[in-house]
């Protein structure tokens, strides 16, 4: 089947109050899965991310992504709006795969939650789901 899980690590930085940076390396524990008919994992990627805040709760970000067996680049860019201190919407633009994706996340102290649905070229429609812990806090 076409159903696989990965574990992705990430770091956050501030440059000043308004820029910051994220680094991220993705799919480092994944497991096989069949796709058509051969098995195999998903490619080890690594990200990295720009982003400011243009106003008090308007966020754009611009990304790039080198991923494992493949020599070009993915680059995307992303809005986010807070609705609420806690309650995000987001938007965003994937140049590899002509991939709008349309998504919401909400936080909860230290734990956080992103939902984003998108229509990939390759895959058809996608549902990505995250939960992230922040340990800084």
Known sequence: DGNTYSFDLGANCSIDNEIYCSLTLANL???K???YSEKQKLPLKLGLAFGTTLF???N???LSELKEYQTSVK???GAEYAITKNFIIRSGYNNRFEE???GFGFNINVIKFDYAFGNNSDLGQTHRIALTYNFGG
Request: aromatic content about 16%; proline content about 0%; hydrophobic content about 50%.
């Open 29 to 31: 524990l994944t497991n």
């Open 33 to 35: 899965y069949s796709l």
């Open 56 to 58: 008090e709760d308007l």
């Open 60 to 62: 754009i970000e611009f």
């Open 75 to 77: 680059f995307g860019l």
């Open 100 to 102: 709008l994706t349309l």
